[in-house]
């Protein structure tokens, strides 16, 4: 399934389920059409039975004059009955269909946003919109307005019978029901923009949730007792995200149900004044009995029913409308794209007057930063952090493209790559890289997803980081599951985490390895050695270092001293420490730490 950028209105709460599942969508539509002329039929069956019973009782009729209207009432409920099963069943069909279409769909295309959707909190909000339950506000959607759709057939049906027999009494409950469903599309309207508004205390309201109850935090949660704090915190957002809801819907319910006791109040009057007709012949008395029962169930309808659809459907149009904006996010060609098979030599990366700001922001973090990356050369950027070296990794590897200046990759703008080609050129261990529940070969397997019998590149990439031990002490050693999520994973520590995550990075055959600051969870002497086996294995490949403790830095061919988002300093180790500037200052301060 494929949304186009588009205006998405009303007309695709019906379109979005036929693509997904044309048969379940059709069933549930006939059906709930059907189910919206049934009342009807069986209001007239009904006074024909009744009608025919009481002429029985006074012996006007014979008693077989009854199986008739009673069979029909029967087949009428029996139907209701049936029809209301197939609906539900359907329902779960096509809840399951837009689960495979349209949430992937939704997927994909998150998957294939551009890098500065995915860090602005304007574009997360939206995302979070739409992406939350997807198909189950889909299929709510659609069988919400089917709902309706029945009832105002059966409304429509009731009133017909109204106008036939006293015209004046169904004039009167439309021009009470009309304002009622304007009032509950306001309402809707107004209920979803607040749910706009809310959206940002809410995420904040599932983060703290997650802290106060969730496994990760266990552990931190019972050693420095913040419950009672976060508590305070968790409640004051879910506070006011409550109250703003609270507000919006008070004063809707105030108008809806206002109307609703007016309309009950003249469907009273409506079934007084008919007692009149009944009287004078114009009305048997079964067909004033069935009237009045649905006269009654009408108020119902009329009250609650109608407003609370017109509600969900002013919801589900707003709905449409995030979905039409969440389609229009610009998508990066090749996003999804896997690592190119055909990898091409690095031989020089350049960065010539670069400038880069974050959009939606006025600072510049790069300011016309200039440097040369070589072949086969080890590399170190330092600096403080929020200097900008992690921003540099992002314009190396193409997440961002909205830079100002040069990055040439062998001597070609590194906007004429195609993501392919990028991937396989760069490895990359960020500081918050990702912890992949599943088994230590698949976390580090999928540093070379073109290679699927990669055990010795595996095994020795283990070896290089010093992981074996850990691993062997495992349940199930190297196919040990890691993680909470099922039942026989195994959590490992943070350092471990780190460890594996740079082994998903050796067996990558990129030409470009970067690491920038995985080893955060490290002591300075461990992170100074794990550098050191690093530098070993990527010996002929060309590595970037990035961090802000100096401990690899000897390592580095060349050190480039970010500071101000341009280079303070270039040059190596002795050289830098001879300047006796920034790097030596910075060096000397952390000598301490390598002791």
């Known amino acids: 399934m494929k949304l186009e950028k588009q205006k998405y209105g009303l007309g695709d709460i019906v379109k979005i389920p036929l693509k997904s599942a044309p048969i379940s969508a059709t069933l549930m539509g006939v059906l709930n059409l059907f189910q919206g002329l049934i009342p009807t039929i069986q209001l007239l069956i009904t006074a024909q039975f009744l009608d025919t019973a009481i002429a029985i009782f006074n012996k006007k009729q014979d008693a077989s004059s009854i199986i008739t209207p009673l069979i029909l009432l029967s087949l009428t409920i029996a139907y209701t009955w049936i029809s209301y099963q197939i609906i539900k069943f359907s329902e779960v069909k096509l809840e399951n269909k837009l689960r495979q279409n349209f949430r992937v769909f939704l997927v994909e295309k998150i998957a294939n946003l551009k890098y500065k959707h995915i860090e602005s909190q304007d574009s997360w909000d939206l995302i979070s919109r739409v992406v939350k339950e997807p198909e189950i506000q889909c299929r709510n959607a659609y069988d919400q307005l089917l709902a309706m759709i029945s009832m105002i057939l059966r409304i429509v049906g009731i009133l017909a019978i109204l106008f036939a027999k006293v015209w004046w009494s169904g004039l009167f409950i439309v021009a009470i029901s009309a304002p009622l469903f304007y009032i509950a599309l306001k309402g809707g309207k107004a209920s979803y923009e607040a749910n706009r508004e809310t959206e940002k205390f809410k995420r904040k309201v599932e983060y703290l949730g997650e802290v106060l109850n969730g496994r990760e935090s266990v552990e931190e949660r019972s050693l420095f007792g913040y419950s009672e704090e976060v508590n305070k915190k968790w409640h004051k957002q879910y506070e006011t995200a409550r109250g703003i809801e609270f507000k919006v819907n008070l004063i809707w319910f105030l108008k809806a149900k206002g109307g609703g006791v007016i309309t009950a109040i003249l469907s009273i009057l409506i079934v007084f004044i008919l007692i009149s007709p009944v009287q004078k012949g114009l009305i048997s008395v079964g067909l004033f009995i069935s009237i009045v029962n649905s006269v009654f169930s009408l108020i119902q309808s009329l009250s609650w029913q109608l407003p609370q659809y017109g509600d969900q459907l002013a919801k589900n149009k707003e709905y449409l409308v995030d979905l039409t904006n969440f389609v229009k996010l610009d998508s990066k060609d090749g996003a999804v794209d896997k690592p190119s098979e055909d990898i091409k030599k690095l031989k020089t990366l350049e960065f010539k007057n670069v400038s880069f700001k974050y959009p939606g922001t006025d600072a510049y973090i790069l300011k016309n930063i200039s440097f040369i990356i070589e072949e086969g050369k080890h590399y170190a950027f330092v600096g403080v952090n929020g200097c900008g070296k992690t921003t540099i990794t992002k314009l190396i590897t193409g997440l961002y493209d909205e830079f100002e200046g040069e990055i040439l990759l062998n001597g070609k703008s590194i906007k004429e790559y195609a993501q392919k080609d990028l991937k396989a050129m760069c490895s990359v261990v960020y500081q918050d890289f990702a912890k992949y529940f599943v088994s230590v070969r698949d976390n580090i397997a999928l540093g070379n997803v073109n290679n699927d019998n990669q055990n010795e590149e595996i095994e020795k990439s283990i070896e290089t980081i010093d992981l074996g031990k850990a691993i062997d002490e495992l349940p199930k050693g190297i196919d040990t ?86 280079i303070l300093e270039k040059g190596s180790h002795e050289e830098l420490m001879d300047k006796d500037g920034v790097y030596a200052e910075m060096f000397e301060s952390q000598r301490s730490w390598y002791l």
């Open 481 to 566: 599951i890691l993680g909470k999520i099922k039942s026989d994973g195994i959590d490992v520590s943070g350092g471990q985490w780190q460890r594996i995550a740079m082994a998903r990075a050796i067996v990558s055959p990129a030409p470009l390895r970067i690491l920038d600051e995985p080893t955060a969870a490290l002591d300075p002497i461990s992170e100074s050695n794990m550098y050191e086996r690093f530098e070993k294995i990527s010996r002929g490949g060309t590595t970037i270092f990035i961090s802000h403790r100096l401990g690899s830095t000897k390592l580095a061919d060349e050190i480039f001293v970010i500071g101000n988002g341009d």
